[in-house]
């Protein structure tokens, strides 16, 4: 069992940053790879980020791409979602979300139905 407690999100005017952390209860947690997503209202959940166990990989969304990183510390039982350069559009809530390691590569990674455990998320909302 892996439990994710979302933390980091607030009010940021268009153009700040914000850093969002997952910090995960559970042993395993070095053997989950880690995704964040995010919901606006009345919209899907989508696909933000995601890292390896090993941290050797990481992938992103065409719409974050060089603004926001993906990071963890294995250590501390934490992922965090640097983001910077923020838009109105970045607002959402978001999540972060465990998946064990039969999930692998981009297709995977970007599934929300593939994820084994899933954060309460943390609202972030950029005003322009």
């Known amino acids: 069992q892996v439990q994710l407690v979302e933390s980091g999100g607030g009010l940021v005017q268009a153009g700040g940053s914000l850093r969002l952390s997952c910090a995960a209860s559970g042993r395993t947690f070095s053997t989950y790879a880690m995704g964040w997503f995010r919901q606006a209202p009345g919209k899907e959940r989508d696909f933000v980020a995601a890292i390896t166990w090993r941290a050797d990989s990481s992938y992103y969304a065409d719409s974050v791409k060089g603004r926001f990183t993906i990071s963890r510390d294995n250590a501390k039982n934490t992922v965090y979602l640097q983001m910077n350069s923020l838009k109105p559009e970045d607002t959402a809530v978001y999540y972060c979300?465990?998946?064990?390691?039969?999930?692998?590569?981009?297709?995977?990674?970007?599934?929300?139905?593939?994820?084994?455990?899933w954060g309460q998320g943390t609202q972030v909302t950029v005003s322009s």
């Open positions: 979300a465990a998946v064990s390691d039969y999930c692998s590569g981009y297709g995977c990674y970007v599934t929300p139905r593939w994820y084994d455990y």
